[in-house]
């Protein structure tokens, strides 16, 4: 592990860069750089557990309306963020959807559901 | 148009949304929307990255969800819907001149109109980039549109040109979807959108940001071929010898978003050159009575949420005017950008209600201390030219002051730079 590592606090229009000091087993040893306490909070959850919200689209098959736009329905690891995409290509959706429907449960393991974020009548529907 | 309409809307957006239906609630009868587009939300639907509502709804939503809040709101309160018309003539008088495939040539005049009609995207010719004139170079919001609606990728080799909100979502979502952007430009010292858009667009995929850089020549016949990249002095002049070239396919370009004002010009709605849109009083009327403005096309916003709150405010006199046949100007007070801010809206308040004043400043700093007259003073850790900076002044305060004339509003920087 990398004995340094540097956060940029995203609370704020300061952008404070903070430094990670860590010790030898890679325990948080010390904080350089953040202008206040929210920050340090920040830093040490992104630290922990970097989550992003996914979002994306799924293809229809409907000439009208080719992407049904999709997110996850909780934060998962930025790591997992590739491997969800890899998914979103695969996964085969049939209308009518409804915003907030799951389209794929528990997507990749992540924990979150991969969720429509609007409606696709299909072709009987008035879109 | 048989029938008389209160309130007309011109624009379906988040703004024209938000005005429709705060003039419904405000008693109009008759609203009626009117947008050339063949749906409701403007660029809401091709928006499918969240961040949108986390100050209205207190909730983090996508654009489709953030549209589909307000279009349910729009359509309970049976405002009414024109769609794929467009407005060809406003006059002084509010009279609207529209024509559609469907409804042919239209003429009416509303008891009041609202100017919602966003803003557009600055692009290549407008920012003058020397070159051939190959395939390849679009707008980050015309490439969000190909990516997220109609289903294709434009490339597969990305140069962002200008470090926008959108253009650092674009660089983000081409990414997800397997391309590689190899960089985004940017002309300023400092990005141009949101610091958490830097982190999780860029930081995250690990795109580099060139600041103090610009695109000085565009390469490529049929196709764009590459790009070449300068750094620029102070003057933002490039400088020679630092030329650097980047291969790809597309160049996007994100370099800032003009409001959207010809209507209003013919109408003979007094613009202000700095923001580009509308001069406003605090009810977000114009200069020209009965037409009110509000949303991107009087300033361009950071945030969604803003844009709906300054339109329901304009929808909100809309409705009254509509309804009184006047409205007296709340204009009482100019205000003025004084020293490190760039403009100031509402431009003249009635100094003796509640106002919000949205201002950018010029120059960034750290430890800023922003002073509206003697009224109201707020401390900021950091401003930077890309954060709206909102303050909020009580009536009372604002009366107790008892305003002459102007009210001055100045960034001062407290240390460090």
Same mark, same amino acid.
């Given at each position: 592990?990398?004995?340094?590592?540097?956060?940029?606090?995203?609370?704020?229009?300061?952008?404070?860069?903070?430094?990670?000091?860590?010790?030898?087993?890679?325990?948080?040893?010390?904080?350089?750089?953040?202008?206040?306490?929210?920050?340090?909070?920040?830093?040490?959850?992104?630290?922990?557990?970097?989550?992003?919200?996914?979002?994306?689209?799924?293809?229809?098959?409907?000439?009208?309306?080719?992407?049904?736009?999709?997110?996850?329905?909780?934060?998962?690891?930025?790591?997992?963020?590739?491997?969800?995409?890899?998914?979103?290509?695969?996964?085969?959706?049939?209308?009518?959807?409804?915003?907030?429907?799951?389209?794929?449960?528990?997507?990749?393991?992540?924990?979150?559901?991969?969720?429509?974020?609007?409606?696709?009548?299909?072709?009987?529907?008035?879109? | 148009?048989?029938?008389?309409?209160?309130?007309?809307?011109?624009?379906?957006?988040?703004?024209?949304?938000?005005?429709?239906?705060?003039?419904?609630?405000?008693?109009?009868?008759?609203?009626?929307?009117?947008?050339?587009?063949?749906?409701?939300?403007?660029?809401?639907?091709?928006?499918?990255?969240?961040?949108?509502?986390?100050?209205?709804?207190?909730?983090?939503?996508?654009?489709?969800?953030?549209?589909?809040?307000?279009?349910?709101?729009?359509?309970?309160? &049976?405002? @009414?819907?024109?769609?794929?018309?467009? /407005?060809?003539?406003? =006059? +002084? *008088? $509010?009279?609207?001149?529209?024509?559609?495939?469907?409804?042919?040539?239209?003429?009416?005049?509303?008891?009041?109109?609202?100017?919602?009609?966003?803003?557009?995207?600055?692009?290549?010719?407008?920012?003058?980039?020397?070159?051939?004139?190959?395939?390849?170079?679009?707008?980050?919001?015309?490439?969000?549109?190909?990516?997220?609606?109609?289903?294709?990728?434009?490339?597969?080799?990305?140069?962002?040109?200008?470090?926008?909100?959108?253009?650092?979502?674009?660089?983000?979502?081409?990414?997800?979807?397997?391309?590689?952007?190899?960089?985004?430009?940017?002309?300023?010292?400092?990005?141009?959108?949101?610091?958490?858009?830097?982190?999780?667009?860029?930081?995250?995929?690990?795109?580099?940001?060139?600041?103090?850089?610009?695109?000085?020549?565009?390469? &490529?016949? @049929?196709?764009?071929?590459?790009?070449? /990249?300068?750094?620029? =002095? +102070? *003057? $933002?002049?490039?400088?020679?010898?630092?030329?650097?070239?980047?291969?790809?396919?597309?160049?996007?370009?994100?370099?800032?978003?003009?409001?959207?004002?010809?209507?209003?010009?013919?109408?003979?709605?007094?613009?202000?050159?700095?923001?580009?849109?509308?001069?406003?009083?605090?009810?977000?009327?114009?200069?020209?009575?009965?037409?009110?403005?509000?949303?991107?096309?009087?300033?361009?916003?950071?945030?969604?949420?803003?844009?709906?709150?300054?339109?329901?405010?304009?929808?909100?006199?809309?409705?009254?005017?509509?309804?009184?046949?006047?409205?007296?100007?709340?204009?009482?007070?100019?205000?003025?950008?004084?020293?490190?801010?760039?403009?100031?809206?509402?431009?003249?308040?009635?100094?003796?209600?509640?106002?919000?004043?949205?201002?950018?400043?010029?120059?960034?700093?750290?430890?800023?201390?922003?002073?509206?007259?003697?009224?109201?003073?707020?401390?900021?850790?950091?401003?930077?030219?890309?954060?709206?900076?909102?303050?909020?002044?009580?009536?009372?305060?604002?009366?107790?002051?008892?305003?002459?004339?102007?009210?001055?509003?100045?960034?001062?920087?407290?240390?460090?730079?």
């Amino acid at each position: 592990m990398a004995p340094k590592e540097t956060i940029i606090c995203i609370g704020c229009p300061l952008g404070c860069r903070v430094t990670v000091i860590q010790d030898k087993k890679g325990n948080v040893a010390g904080l350089k750089g953040a202008e206040c306490k929210q920050g340090q909070k920040y830093v040490l959850e992104e630290l922990k557990n970097p989550v992003r919200t996914l979002t994306a689209t799924v293809p229809t098959g409907d000439e009208g309306f080719p992407l049904l736009p999709v997110r996850t329905s909780l934060s998962i690891l930025k790591t997992l963020l590739k491997p969800v995409m890899v998914e979103t290509a695969r996964v085969k959706v049939k209308p009518p959807v409804k915003a907030g429907d799951v389209i794929l449960k528990n997507v990749k393991r992540t924990g979150a559901d991969l969720i429509a974020t609007a409606d696709w009548p299909g072709s009987t529907g008035e879109g | 148009m048989a029938s008389r309409v209160d309130v007309a809307v011109i624009g379906a957006g988040p703004a024209g949304l938000a005005a429709a239906i705060a003039a419904r609630e405000q008693g109009a009868e008759k609203v009626l929307i009117i947008e050339r587009a063949e749906q409701l939300g403007g660029l809401l639907p091709q928006c499918i990255h969240n961040g949108f509502g986390l100050l209205y709804f207190e909730q983090d939503m996508t654009g489709p969800e953030y549209e589909k809040a307000f279009i349910a709101k729009a359509m309970s309160l &049976g405002v @009414e819907t024109r769609l794929e018309t467009m /407005v060809i003539d406003l =006059d +002084a *008088e $509010r009279g609207i001149t529209a024509v559609s495939r469907k409804h042919g040539y239209m003429r009416f005049k509303p008891g009041a109109v609202v100017l919602a009609m966003g803003c557009r995207e600055r692009s290549r010719g407008a920012v003058g980039i020397p070159g051939t004139r190959p395939a390849g170079v679009l707008t980050a919001g015309t490439c969000q549109r190909f990516v997220n609606i109609e289903g294709y990728m434009p490339g597969t080799r990305y140069v962002v040109l200008g470090s926008g909100d959108i253009g650092m979502i674009m660089a983000r979502r081409l990414t997800l979807e397997g391309a590689k952007v190899e960089a985004v430009v940017e002309i300023m010292p400092w990005p141009g959108g949101l610091i958490r858009n830097e982190v999780q667009c860029l930081h995250d995929f690990g795109i580099p940001l060139l600041l103090e850089s610009t695109v000085t020549f565009i390469h &490529g016949e @049929e196709r764009v071929e590459g790009v070449t /990249v300068c750094r620029v =002095d +102070a *003057e $933002r002049r490039p400088v020679e010898g630092t030329e650097k070239s980047y291969p790809c396919d597309c160049l996007l370009v994100s370099a800032g978003l003009i409001p959207e004002n010809e209507l209003s010009r013919k109408a003979g709605v007094e613009l202000d050159p700095v923001t580009g849109g509308p001069v406003v009083d605090q009810n977000r009327q114009t200069s020209v009575p009965g037409v009110f403005a509000g949303g991107n096309v009087v300033q361009v916003h950071d945030l969604v949420d803003w844009v709906s709150w300054e339109a329901e405010a304009a929808g909100r006199a809309a409705a009254r005017f509509a309804d009184k046949g006047e409205l007296k100007a709340a204009a009482g007070v100019r205000v003025m950008p004084g020293d490190n801010i760039k403009y100031v809206v509402p431009h003249t308040i009635s100094g003796r209600e509640d106002v919000t004043l949205h201002m950018r400043v010029t120059q960034p700093g750290l430890k800023a201390t922003v002073k509206a007259g003697g009224i109201l003073s707020k401390r900021f850790r950091s401003v930077r030219p890309s954060e709206m900076v909102v303050l909020d002044l009580k009536g009372e305060a604002l009366k107790e002051a008892g305003l002459k004339g102007e009210l001055v509003v100045d960034c001062e920087m407290r240390g460090g730079g």
